[in-house]
């Protein structure tokens, strides 16, 4: 295998993607877009690893649109609108020329659909894993911005689109799970490549009380808004929303009955909002699926009951 060096890396690959102020990436910085008066920059960062976050085998450009969107998905819980994003990445020898290429090509496509910019970062060598990061920089109305602290008793909880895909994606690569075709590329697909809900984030403004977008599992998530905001939640088990493809993979495992709770990487938004808020209409589904009551926690109720889970989510350490 080869790879080119890293100022050729830079020149023939990264500098195409930079925007207005990065000088090509020539210069040890760059200068950002002034903001519009009255806005604020919001910068988020993430990182992944591969073996953690993805699979070594994964292809390289949906490795690259993944990790873009998990940071926009950041941006989006927090209301503000995307603009550029600084990376780093530390490459393993398994990485070559046509790897890297992909792996640009993944950035170009979703610089393309979000509208958004390179503006510098840093490219290293490791023996492995291959780590990578990036910081994505937003633009908000200043004092506008969603937190995860402003729930409050009576509020209702809401969840974008479907949870559960992605982490039962996962267990379909790793081949402890077996689906129909059909379904397991819809599962593939949600854990490979997320959506980032970048126009629900900012329309939420004025309606959302609390925002927090579903990357380490729903329960947990839900927990940091209740434990931001000084409250408690109760979550209807049967309101989650859960795709066709999610409901024949639980029926076809054994024990997953409560995935779609605590799995991570579907970065879903979560929000709670005023009952009678009236919810901005995006093309995104939003469902109602419990309340926010005076306590601590948050509990999945079903019929029979409280429902136990043995954990709330993923956890690094």
């Given at each position: 295998?080869?790879?080119?060096?890293?100022?050729?890396?830079?020149?023939r690959?990264?500098?195409?993607?930079?925007?207005?102020?990065?000088?090509?990436?020539?210069?040890?910085?760059?200068?950002?877009?002034?903001?519009?008066?009255?806005?604020?920059?919001?910068?988020?960062?993430d990182?992944?690893?591969?073996?953690?976050?993805?699979?070594?085998?994964?292809?390289?450009?949906?490795?690259?649109?993944?990790?873009?969107?998990?940071?926009?998905?950041?941006?989006a819980?927090?209301?503000?609108?995307?603009?550029?994003?600084?990376?780093?990445?530390?490459?393993?020898?398994?990485?070559?020329?046509?790897?890297?290429?992909?792996?640009?090509?993944g950035?170009?496509?979703?610089?393309?659909?979000?509208?958004?910019?390179?503006?510098?970062?840093?490219?290293?060598?490791?023996?492995?894993?291959?780590?990578?990061?990036?910081?994505?920089?937003?633009?908000?109305?200043?004092?506008?911005?969603?937190?995860?602290?402003?729930?409050?008793?009576?509020?209702?909880?809401?969840?974008?689109?479907?949870?559960?895909?992605?982490?039962?994606?996962?267990?379909?690569?790793?081949?402890?799970?077996?689906?129909?075709?059909?379904?397991?590329?819809?599962?593939?697909?949600?854990?490979?490549?997320?959506?980032?809900?970048?126009?629900?984030?900012?329309?939420?403004?004025?309606?959302?009380?609390?925002?927090?977008?579903?990357?380490?599992?729903?329960?947990?998530?839900?927990?940091?808004?209740?434990?931001?905001?000084?409250?408690?939640?109760?979550?209807?088990?049967?309101?989650?929303?859960?795709?066709?493809?999610?409901?024949?993979?639980?029926?076809?495992?054994?024990?997953?009955?409560?995935?779609?709770?605590?799995g991570?990487?579907?970065?879903?938004?979560?929000?709670?909002?005023?009952v009678?808020?009236?919810?901005?209409?995006?093309?995104?589904?939003?469902?109602?699926?419990?309340?926010?009551?005076?306590?601590?926690?948050?509990?999945?109720?079903?019929?029979?009951?409280?429902?136990?889970?043995?954990?709330?989510?993923?956890?690094?350490?």
């Open positions: 295998m080869s790879r080119s060096g890293e100022f050729e890396i830079i020149e690959l990264l500098a195409p993607l930079a925007g207005e102020g990065a000088f090509s990436l020539s210069d040890d910085a760059a200068v950002l877009p002034e903001l519009s008066h009255g806005e604020a920059w919001v910068a988020t960062k990182a992944m690893v591969a073996g953690v976050h993805f699979l070594a085998d994964d292809p390289p450009d949906l490795i690259a649109r993944k990790l873009v969107r998990v940071n926009l998905s950041d941006l819980a927090m209301g503000a609108s995307p603009m550029g994003y600084l990376l780093a990445f530390a490459l393993s020898p398994d990485c070559d020329d046509d790897w890297l290429e992909a792996f640009v090509a950035l170009a496509e979703d610089q393309r659909i979000f509208g958004i910019a390179l503006y510098g970062g840093d490219t290293v060598s490791t023996p492995g894993p291959v780590t990578l990061s990036l910081t994505a920089l937003g633009r908000v109305e200043r004092g506008r911005e969603l937190r995860r602290n402003g729930a409050r008793a009576g509020d209702a909880v809401y969840v974008s689109g479907s949870v559960g895909d992605a982490a039962l994606g996962l267990k379909c690569l790793q081949e402890e799970l077996a689906v129909s075709a059909g379904y397991r590329k819809t599962l593939v697909d949600r854990y490979r490549l997320p959506e980032a809900r970048v126009r629900l984030g900012p329309a939420l403004i004025g309606s959302a009380t609390a925002c927090q977008d579903v990357s380490d599992g729903l329960a947990a998530d839900l927990g940091h808004i209740a434990r931001r905001s000084g409250a408690g939640m109760e979550i209807e088990a049967d309101l989650v929303p859960i795709s066709q493809a999610a409901r024949a993979a639980i029926a076809a495992g054994s024990g997953l009955e409560t995935l779609p709770f605590t991570g990487d579907d970065y879903e938004l979560v929000f709670t909002a005023p009678d808020a009236v919810l901005p209409d995006v093309g995104v589904p939003l469902t109602r699926i419990g309340r926010v009551v005076a306590g601590d926690g948050v509990r999945f109720m079903s019929r029979g009951g409280e429902i136990s889970l043995r954990q709330a989510g993923w956890r690094h350490f």
